[in-house]
């Protein structure tokens, strides 16, 4: 079964996005190979719409599930519109998530779990902590061995690094005017 979990990076070791329509990542996976494959949320910069238009674009590229934080009444209407249930996954890797809903742990969301428009944010000090919140933790689980826990640094540096490139890239963008 082809199904679809936000994610705030490109692997199955990433955390699930508690966000659907401006989460990073969309990672596709088949449950029943393990085999996925990473696409950036076209729409993860959308300013109006883009729960709905991330809808349509995992409807099109044929998820057969959603796993995700949240969803909106749009977003959530497209996907049962399509026949496309979605799973509620609160925390965890994208690994977790995917073992959670191959055991049956995971909630089917009935209607949406968010009001409309739940995903704007307006840039301002009382938003500040929501915004830092969205950042992933710094892994402190006891490693192994210093190696593994430098690994597991240097890995998030680098989808950090990514991220940011993404932004800067966006930024200039706006600032040419396209």
Known sequence: MKVVVTANGTDLETRVSPVFGRCPELVFIDTDTMRFE???NPEGTT???????????VVERGAQAVVTGNVGPN?????QAAGVPVYFCGSGTVREAIAAYK??????????????????????ESDERSRLDAIPPVPSASFASREEEI???????????????????????LGDGD
């Open 151 to 173: 690994a597991a640094l240097e890995e998030m540096a680098g989808e950090l690094r990514d991220r940011l490139a993404q932004v800067l890239e966006r930024l200039d963008r």
């Open 38 to 40: 990473t696409v950036v």
């Open 47 to 57: 300013l109006r719409g883009a729960g709905f238009q991330a809808a349509e674009f």
């Open 75 to 79: 977003t959530f209407g497209v996907l």
């Open 103 to 124: 055991a049956g742990q995971l909630q089917l969301l009935e209607a949406a779990s968010v009001p409309t428009h739940s995903g704007i944010r307006r840039v301002a």
